[in-house]
């Protein structure tokens, strides 16, 4: 049996308190915990986000011992020499208020897929974030569909909303609204563009990445941790 005094401790620190600490019993899998800092995604007032490359089961395995949950996959698309015609149906969107509807639409339709993400009034102040740019596609002059988007730091896009109107899927419009976004960043020298959706089992959207030639490459996990200022 192993001592105390053999087990190895990684702190996670935010703000310089301590929010997560994790015991291991081996110097090896130390070492790897220790590279979870190179993964840190994001640190809330109230949780830890830390994202494990796909075939890095190892880490994947340790962080759901130590009471991470995986929630969302995260998909690539490398960006080459584009060969498709942009459709004319597809507008830049101005104003916020012009797509209000459309998001509207899929909170409520998000809401029912993942419920733990909104509070018992069906509400969550952080979401949707929208991204810097957003397009939409036209038919009969009303907007029936979105994508919207930012240029990251590291030289990628991120695609934050996909949404078409129900009545209006199946028909090509995700993929041309794709087409769009990879003719943008072909033409502004963007090496990748990376999306994300969460990991449930009625969740159709990952179909429609992979068959816009994504590939899933990492997850993300994430571990509730008291607020700061918490005993």
């Avoid at 490398?78 to 969107?93: K, Y």
């Amino acid at each position: 049996m192993k001592k105390f005094n053999d087990i190895q401790k990684i702190f996670i620190y935010h703000n310089y308190k301590r929010v997560s600490c994790c015991a291991i019993y081996d110097t090896q899998t130390y070492k790897t915990l220790k590279q979870l800092t190179d993964n840190l995604h994001e640190i809330k007032e109230d949780s830890i986000v830390v994202t494990a490359d796909k075939n890095d089961c190892q880490i994947s395995a340790l962080l759901i011992d130590n009471k991470f949950k995986a929630d969302y996959n995260w998909y690539l698309f490398e960006v080459i020499e584009p060969n498709f015609e942009i459709n004319e149906n597809i507008i830049e969107i101005k104003e916020r208020k012009d797509i209000e509807d459309l998001i509207l639409d899929q909170v409520h339709e998000l809401s029912k897929r993942m419920p733990s993400l909104f509070d018992e009034k069906g509400e969550d102040d952080d979401w949707p974030s929208l991204g810097e740019k957003a397009i939409g596609y036209i038919v009969d002059n009303n907007i029936i569909s979105l994508l919207t988007f930012s240029i990251k730091k590291d030289n990628t896009i991120h695609i934050y909303l996909t949404y078409t109107k129900p009545e209006y899927r199946s028909q090509g419009i995700g993929t041309k609204m794709f087409d769009y976004a990879k003719d943008f960043a072909y033409k502004n020298g963007i090496k990748a563009i990376t999306v994300c959706t969460d990991i449930s089992t009625n969740n159709p959207v990952p179909n429609m990445f992979l068959k816009n030639d994504f590939k899933y490459f990492k997850t993300s996990y994430t571990k509730i941790i008291k607020k700061a200022g918490g005993n």
